[in-house]
């Protein structure tokens, strides 16, 4: 089981940014694909970003596409989320996750295909 520990949450206000973190005790031996989730109250949880080990692939929803910037350093076991231009819609309780894989260059997108989760960190945006 992966441990995984969020940072970088708080208040900010419409059109601003923030700098999520997680860092990760993924062994450079093992190869994982990485995402970041969202859930908002009385909403099901939803991904935002997703990369793969190799950090060469990625995704994102179109939601956030263009303001969401997704990154890992695996050197520092830390994965990274640059929120830009945020909206009163981007609040939620944000998760890093991380599901075992045997491609570098493939990520997941679906919740199913991560075992490990963070605690959550919460992401408030003013309007």
């Known amino acids: 089981q992966v441990q995984l520990v969020e940072s970088g949450g708080g208040l900010v206000q419409a059109g601003g940014s923030l700098r999520l973190s997680c860092a990760t005790s993924?062994?450079?031996?093992?190869?994982?694909?990485m995402g970041w989730f969202r859930q908002a109250p009385g909403k099901e949880r939803e991904l935002v970003a997703a990369?793969?080990?190799?950090?060469?692939?990625?995704f994102y929803p179109d939601s956030v596409k263009g303001r969401f910037t997704i990154s890992r350093d695996n050197a520092k076991n830390t994965m990274y989320l640059q929120m830009n231009s945020l909206k009163s819609e981007d609040t939620a309780v944000y998760y890093c996750?991380?599901?075992?894989?045997?491609?570098?260059?493939?990520?997941?997108?679906?919740?199913?295909?991560?075992?490990?989760w963070g605690q959550g960190t919460q992401v408030t945006v003013s309007s």
């Open positions: 990369i793969s080990w190799s950090g060469g692939s990625t």
């Open positions: 996750a991380a599901g075992r894989s045997w491609y570098s260059g493939s990520y997941y997108t679906k919740e199913a295909d991560f075992g490990s």
């Open positions: 993924i062994r450079t031996s093992n190869i994982y694909a």
